[in-house]
């Protein structure tokens, strides 16, 4: 199911992103989930393996979303005492990722039956890209990657960002990922 079929109270959980405009259908069309870890490899570790993912955000060209539950998660992994010994600054890490994403203020409408993750702390993310839907759910978790087929069936492709074949995707030519 699109946005675009969504009724006016339905689409009141679609929340400004960083442009101060609510997502369109367009925007609809190029929605992403990342989950803690590719957002620590994005803003705190800048990975050379998430370099076109970060340049599809910086760019616009692809919209994230997520929730406050999500961002729960993120600040407590920047908080821990072990995280000082590879992340100097967690405050910019958390505004840097809270200015680049589209906050939902709950989840999302429910549409059709969510796959079941492994990881009971990672179902957050299966769940809001399912119910978007969203194109794409950026995760480097196992069991996240593992529901990969079945979401495929949904139109949600779970891949990493070193998997993920570009900008080129956009267009519609999605490689092979599994």
Known sequence: MSIDNLDDH??????PGPSGRPLDAAAAARTVVLDTNVVLDLWAFHDPR??????????QRLQWIGTPAMFDELTDVL????????????AKVLADAQAACHLLPCAAPTFGKVPVCADPDDQIF??????????????RDRALLDLARPALAHGLII???AAWPGLEALTGEVKRLS
């Not at 339905?10 to 929340?15: G, I, P, T």
């Not at 998430?50 to 760019?59: I, S, V």
């Not at 908080?79 to 967690?90: I, M």
Request: proline content about 9%.
């Open 79 to 90: 908080h821990r005492p072990t995280s000082a010994r590879w992340c100097a600054a967690p």
């Open 50 to 59: 998430t370099q076109l993912l970060r340049q599809a955000l910086a760019q």
């Open 10 to 15: 339905d689409k009141q959980w679609l929340m």
């Open 126 to 139: 299966i769940d809001l890209a399912w119910r978007l839907p969203a194109r794409w759910l950026f995760t």
């Open 159 to 161: 891949t990493t960002p």
